[in-house]
């Protein structure tokens, strides 16, 4: 049986290696997306690059030759506004391709699977042992015992010796 589990937990891990490969690839594809795009229609209004919106939170920003912010606080909210859209747009593909279609499959699949047998809780199945063991002891009293454990039925007097 360990041999068993070995093997399912080794699908597991390739399972989940697929499933990496499949994101890192996928994550290409919807950057190319954003850049390709999205940037652009954003671009309709302003810049084309996300990255290029920023706002200064002190004073003007000022920028060196070498590019290096001389005065000023830059806040870069486009790239994190591009960002957001790479994220938003990945989790929507992933839930709409992947997940949802999943998720229907596994319920078709347990509609079509057998009832499971309902399994009793703990406190039902004490509650059967007791019944079992007073059903027992009154099948007891109705009969005779011999031994030290004897006892006379109510219609028989008891002998002295």
Known sequence: ?????????????????VAVVVGTAFTSIVNSVVDGVINPLVGAFGTKDLDAYQSCLRGPCEVNAAGEIVSGIPI??????????????????????????????????????????????????????????????THRADTVTVGAQRR????????RE
Do not use: C, H
Request: aromatic fraction near 8%.
């Open 152 to 159: 006379d039925l109510p219609d028989e007097p008891r002998e």
């Open 1 to 17: 049986m360990g041999g068993f589990r070995t093997f399912l937990l080794r699908g597991n891990v390739v399972e989940l290696a």
């Open 76 to 137: 870069r909210w486009g790239s994190v506004l591009s960002a957001s859209l790479t994220f938003l747009i990945t989790a929507g593909v992933v839930y709409f391709l992947m997940i949802l279609p999943l998720t229907r499959y596994q319920a078709r699949r347990q509609a079509k699977a057998p009832d499971a047998p309902v399994v009793q809780t703990e406190l039902e199945l004490l509650a059967e042992i007791r019944d079992e063991l007073v059903a027992q002891r």
